[in-house]
């Protein structure tokens, strides 16, 4: 089954769009069909895996307002995953999803039509709670939230969670958060590891195990259009991601469930 996941934070730079980017790169090495859309008007994400935003037409605004389908809009890279590109456009969704009717639920129903397409769905959200942000949360099965460990990271998450659970009461009953993802971790810190600890204490298992550090060459993968482990492979944080995708395919693979003989019993067996 496809599992949508959107990668949100409602603070900016903590590494959201270097995230959503990698972990598709690292996803797709690990043999899963992948499909990264770019909810972002910035279009950062199309940039990171080589797309050129501008010449991207038409994008995940056309979809949006109904005048594109995914299948006609999304792009192949090159490192053997899928894009719904963005570009400035997006920015006007804002003003024209007002008047369209059940405008929470447009993307949703758009990835409907390739949703068995993929294994993995991932979305880019804005860093901010506007219409773009709700869309990728109602279409979404579950959350992942990068997050640095400082104390106003702390502050934040208490206001998206707030959110999340209104999403949920609201619009889509169905979302869980997947997990938090500490980035941009400096091991040096005392503050770094205090937060850290409070994460664990509080969220248990919702943290992921791997830890995504500072890494000169994951800030400079975008420049080149490239996902780190295809910039530097070598490099720890293209090498913290893959272990991030491989710890992600462990507990999707552990919480699947396990078919159940439903034949009856013959004669002999009974």
Request: proline content about 5%.
């Amino acid at each position: 089954m496809t599992k949508i996941l959107a990668v949100t934070n409602q603070k900016g730079g903590v590494g959201k769009t270097t995230t959503a980017v990698n972990l598709s790169a690292c996803l797709a090495e690990l043999g899963q069909r992948v499909l990264l859309v770019d909810l972002d008007p910035q279009g950062n994400a199309t940039t990171g895996c080589g797309v050129g935003k501008r010449a991207a037409m038409p994008t995940v605004y056309q979809v949006l307002i109904g005048r594109a389908t995914v299948a006609e809009t999304r792009v192949q890279t090159a490192f053997a995953f899928s894009v719904l590109p963005a570009n400035r456009d997006l920015a006007g969704a804002e003003v024209d999803l007002i008047d369209l009717k059940q405008r929470e639920y447009r993307l949703r129903d758009a990835l409907g039509a390739v949703r068995s397409e993929y294994d993995y769905i991932l979305l880019d959200c804005p860093p901010a709670l506007n219409m773009l942000t709700v869309n990728g949360l109602v279409a979404a099965d579950t959350v992942m939230i990068p997050m640095q460990c400082e104390y106003y990271a702390l502050e934040g998450l208490t206001d998206l969670v707030a959110t999340l659970k209104k999403i949920r009461a609201n619009l889509n009953p169905v979302l869980e958060i997947e997990g938090l993802l500490r980035t941009m971790f400096d091991p040096r810190s005392t503050l770094t590891q205090q937060v850290s600890r409070e994460l664990e204490g509080h969220f248990g298992t919702k943290v992921y195990r791997s830890i995504i550090p500072r890494n000169v060459r994951l800030a400079e993968a975008p420049s080149y259009g490239k996902p780190a482990i295809a910039f530097d492979r070598a490099s720890k944080g293209a090498q913290a991601y893959l272990l991030l995708a491989q710890e992600i395919l462990e507990r999707r693979s552990a919480n699947r469930p396990v078919a159940t003989d439903q034949r009856q019993p013959t004669g002999a067996e009974a």
